[in-house]
């Protein structure tokens, strides 16, 4: 089952459940020689690596919280070091359940500054590598909802507005380092997040399938990877249409129980 073309060392935060596990699996089955997975649940996390060990991949895991910034530096430094690091998947991220002050500090602090804490160590190590060939790649995780925002979940969707805005800028930014990036704005796929919903979910997806959309997008160097299609239409029209239009669409959306 295992491809012998194993040349990429690949670091996966939040890969203990949804898209970061199915992303670690599918390298792990193709192109992965080395994987550096983080999460939160150790018990999932290992299960994880062993699955990906048994495709044929090394594979090394740390609990880490992607919010503690110095952790974050020290752990991504430390995988650099031990292997160059290809690509870099800031995956982790919550849901909010609850509004309050302290669900939506803590959705901001995970799904914004988790990220930044994961690829601004990464964009400096890039730059310190010197490489003729272009095989330095940060992704982003995203989501539809980042292309508008819901009152359903308004701090979710604000923060995964902000990642995609910032990775979409970072793309032209840093092209000429010879660093590509790329984001991805999946539709409901089956993870932690969307276990919690109680909400229609059109479109649903298995993470396997969304993880081989992902991984193809990035090989072929996607700005944007949004999926499924019929969503993305959907989503980006919202976006664009008259702000007294589409207050009274998104309106009608039903809340998360």
């Not at 999932?44 to 895991?61: F, H, K, T, Y």
């Not at 969503?231 to 919202?238: A, D, K, L, S």
């Amino acid at each position: 089952m295992a491809t012998s073309k194993r040349t990429q060392n690949i670091l996966i935060t939040g890969a203990s459940s949804g898209i970061g596990e199915a992303l670690a699996l599918q390298y792990a089955k193709t192109s992965a020689q080395k994987l550096y997975l983080s999460g939160r649940n150790q018990e999932r996390l290992q299960d994880v690596q062993r699955r990906c060990i048994d495709l044929g991949a090394e594979c090394e895991i740390k609990i880490i919280d992607v919010t503690n910034k110095k952790d974050m530096s020290e752990w991504i430094t430390e995988c650099e070091n031990k292997s160059p690091l290809n690509i870099v998947i800031a995956n982790a991220g919550i849901g909010t359940i609850n509004e309050d002050d302290e669900s939506i500090y803590k959705t901001f602090d995970t799904n914004l500054y988790g990220v930044l804490h994961t690829i601004l160590p990464t964009i400096s190590l890039f730059k310190k590598r010197q490489e003729s060939n272009n095989n330095k790649k940060i992704v982003i995780i995203s989501s539809m909802a980042g292309y508008h925002g819901l009152y359903t979940c308004p701090s979710y969707s604000a923060s995964k507005a902000a990642v995609k805005a910032y990775g979409e800028a970072l793309r032209i930014r840093l092209k000429p380092e010879g660093i590509d990036v790329n984001v991805v704005c999946p539709g409901f796929v089956r993870s932690h997040i969307t276990d919690q919903n109680t909400c229609p979910m059109p479109f649903f997806m298995e993470a396997p399938d969304a993880a081989k959309i992902i991984v193809q997008g990035i090989e072929q160097n996607k700005g944007i990877i949004a999926f499924p299609a019929p969503m993305r239409f959907i989503v980006w029209f919202g976006s664009i249409l008259p702000n007294w239009l589409s207050d009274f669409i998104y309106s009608k959306l039903p809340y998360k129980a």
